[in-house]
């Protein structure tokens, strides 16, 4: 085995590992499992989206995948209902670890089931970088926006709420840190 053929298998391997290993930190489940006091309009979203629960404490990330435009645009303002008063919209153009599989469409993040709102307040947390951390004891979206099935031309966003825009970050998609 020549040099060049060792170094591309030696990296496919760093690569594979890296990948299962992201896999490995979340419990997914094939459908949206979030709370049945939802909005009764994100009832037909369950069986095409996914839940991840993880990485390190339980927290729940909803994958909401969206193929055609008027389908998206109609459960918008419902997706908007889950939010937490204040938390913020997160604009990507695709998402920023490589466990989603998400081209266009949402991903609600929540706090984990159970937890002390007395422990954990739904708030932002002081003195962090990454919105998400700062925003983690809340609900908040990320939105995929591919341009055309999401296209920030044709939603309105809320006024009262915060607009973090990481579409033109690393690599073109979300950023961490």
């Given at each position: 085995m020549n040099r060049t053929t060792a170094f591309l298998a030696a990296a496919i391997v760093v690569v594979l590992a890296t990948y299962r290993a992201?896999?490995?930190?979340?419990?997914?489940?094939?459908?949206?499992v979030w709370p049945k006091?939802?909005?009764?309009?994100?009832?037909?979203?369950?069986?095409?989206s996914r839940t991840l629960e993880?990485?390190?404490?339980?927290?729940?990330?909803?994958?909401?995948?969206?193929?055609k435009r008027e389908d998206f645009e109609a459960a918008w303002?419902?997706?908007?209902k889950v939010k937490s008063k204040g938390a913020?919209?997160?604009?990507?153009?695709?998402?920023?670890?490589?466990?989603?599989d998400l081209k266009a469409g949402v991903i609600v993040h929540?706090?984990?089931q159970g937890q002390s709102r007395k422990a954990h307040p739904e708030a932002p947390l002081p003195g962090q970088r990454d919105p998400r951390a700062t925003w983690m004891w809340t609900t908040y979206i990320e939105?995929?926006?591919?341009?055309q099935v999401v296209d920030l031309n044709r939603?309105?966003?809320?006024a009262d709420t915060p607009i973090v825009d990481e579409r033109f970050g690393d690599e073109g998609g979300g950023k961490r840190g």
């Amino acid at each position: 085995m020549n040099r060049t053929t060792a170094f591309l298998a030696a990296a496919i391997v760093v690569v594979l590992a890296t990948y299962r290993a992201a896999h490995a930190l979340y419990e997914v489940i094939d459908e949206g499992v979030w709370p049945k006091t939802s909005p009764a309009e994100l009832e037909p979203l369950r069986k095409t989206s996914r839940t991840l629960e993880g990485p390190m404490i339980a927290h729940r990330h909803y994958e909401i995948p969206f193929t055609k435009r008027e389908d998206f645009e109609a459960a918008w303002p419902h997706l908007l209902k889950v939010k937490s008063k204040g938390a913020p919209v997160i604009l990507v153009r695709k998402p920023g670890v490589n466990v989603y599989d998400l081209k266009a469409g949402v991903i609600v993040h929540a706090p984990p089931q159970g937890q002390s709102r007395k422990a954990h307040p739904e708030a932002p947390l002081p003195g962090q970088r990454d919105p998400r951390a700062t925003w983690m004891w809340t609900t908040y979206i990320e939105l995929v926006a591919d341009g055309q099935v999401v296209d920030l031309n044709r939603v309105p966003l809320p006024a009262d709420t915060p607009i973090v825009d990481e579409r033109f970050g690393d690599e073109g998609g979300g950023k961490r840190g």
